[in-house]
């Protein structure tokens, strides 16, 4: 093998040897190169992140959906034997955390739990105001636009688009307007 000008001697092209005082070589490579101790840490870790997507997966990405109809039935167990805990109204606003069969566990704006069947409720576009008492619904997303509607708590209301931490959305008597998010669940 030749050395090149530079004082290397090439091996492979990524790969470059270098002689360093006293005969001890020093190799160059664009490889990265883990210690053991850091192999298994990575290990560990992809793992971990492995494990947290499959056991762990409402933590990841929870799921919303609303209520389908009028006069729904929410259990206090997955099955039609068990008593009914609420009754709820269409679009009503729900989080899925856990599932079983055809059923979902299911909390409220107010933590309210039980378990609904998965042909009762649709993918979630709506929200609730989840304030102490009402909010304004504004022309525009900014609190420097005039108010439209005044909102109470526990009112559900249909999702057009966000802007920043502004919701706009629709009331049932067909209003349109803007309500800050952190006022509103989901």
């Known amino acids: 093998?030749?050395?090149k000008d530079d004082g290397h001697y090439p091996i492979l092209p990524e790969t470059r040897i270098t002689y360093i005082k006293n005969k001890n070589i020093r190799i160059h490579t664009n490889t990265m190169i883990f210690s053991n101790s850091?192999?298994?840490s990575l290990?560990?870790?992809l793992a971990l992140i492995i494990f947290s997507f499959f056991i762990c997966p409402n933590v990841i990405a929870a799921q919303y959906v609303s209520v389908k109809k009028d006069n729904v039935n929410v259990r206090t167990g997955p099955s039609k034997d068990n008593p009914v805990s609420m009754e709820l109204f269409e679009g009503y606003p729900l989080k899925v955390i856990k599932k079983q069969g055809d059923w979902y566990k299911v909390i409220d704006f107010e933590n309210d739990s039980g378990w609904i069947h998965?042909?009762?409720v649709t993918t979630?576009?709506?929200v609730i105001v989840n304030a102490k008492k009402?909010?304004?619904m504004r022309s525009g997303p900014s609190t420097k636009s005039s108010v439209v509607a005044d909102v109470?708590?526990?009112v559900v209301l249909t999702k057009i688009s966000r802007k920043g931490k502004w919701v706009e959305v629709r009331h049932a008597s067909g209003t349109v307007g803007w309500i800050y998010k952190p006022l509103l669940w989901p």
């Open 118 to 120: 998965k042909n009762l």
């Open 124 to 126: 979630g576009d709506t």
């Open 152 to 154: 109470e708590r526990g």
């Open 1 to 3: 093998m030749r050395r």
């Open 134 to 136: 009402s909010v304004n």
């Open 43 to 45: 290990r560990i870790l």
């Open 38 to 40: 850091t192999k298994t």
